[in-house]
């Protein structure tokens, strides 16, 4: 972007970016990138018309996951390793869906490979932004029901144990603060209401 010359208050420049709510950006810059995110730092004026800064972090796939229901109410939770935390998480299926996938073939994927079932009955529970406050990650959870057996095939990166429990007993998990994983939390307590 170019950088005001003018005498004119830099908040009225024809180069500020409008965004929703007052917020303005002035400049924008990738301060880091890899293949499945890259941070922002933006230059903005805020809602009040103070300067300020402002980082976003912009996730490159879609966040998936996926609740197995078998015909006896039974689920499947992974436990994995999250590098970021430092510590082992109870979780549903989850992965990426990157650009040119769509989310439910992504879903299909990531429960055979970390649970090794596919699903003949596919329905989309909700969607989400999680942490909007710092990134625009956005998820779309699917509820997978009439489940057969397929063949689990784990990444690199997944260090996963299934556990197989009653549907009932991951939502008390949740209850008791044994599941914190975002998406797993929504899933599990949107299940419990319907």
């Not at 229901?69 to 999250?82: A, E, Y």
């Not at 549907?167 to 008791?176: E, G, P, S, Y």
Request: with cysteine; proline share 5%; net charge negative.
């Amino acid at each position: 972007m170019s950088e005001n010359t003018s005498d004119k208050s830099p908040h009225n420049a024809p180069w500020v970016n409008e965004k929703v709510g007052g917020w303005k950006t002035k400049s924008t810059r990738i301060a880091y990138e890899n293949p499945w995110i890259s941070v922002s730092h933006n230059e903005v004026i805020t809602p009040t018309g103070t300067d300020g800064i402002y980082g976003v972090v912009h996730f490159k796939n879609i966040a998936i996951g996926v609740v197995p229901i078998d015909n006896d109410g039974n689920t499947w939770l992974v436990k994995q390793s999250r590098y970021s935390l430092n510590q082992y998480t109870w979780e549903i299926p989850e992965g990426g869906c990157p650009q040119g996938e769509s989310p439910l073939a992504a879903a299909k994927r990531e429960l055979e490979e970390e649970v090794g079932m596919q699903a003949r009955d596919w329905q989309e529970l909700m969607t989400m932004h999680l942490s909007n406050s710092v990134t625009d990650e956005y998820c779309v959870v699917f509820v997978a029901r009439d489940l057969f057996a397929g063949q689990q095939q784990l990444e690199a990166t997944e260090d996963i144990e299934c556990k197989k429990v009653p549907l009932q007993t991951a939502i008390d998990m949740v209850k008791r603060g044994e599941i914190t994983d975002a998406i797993s939390v929504a899933a599990l307590l949107r299940l419990a209401l319907e």
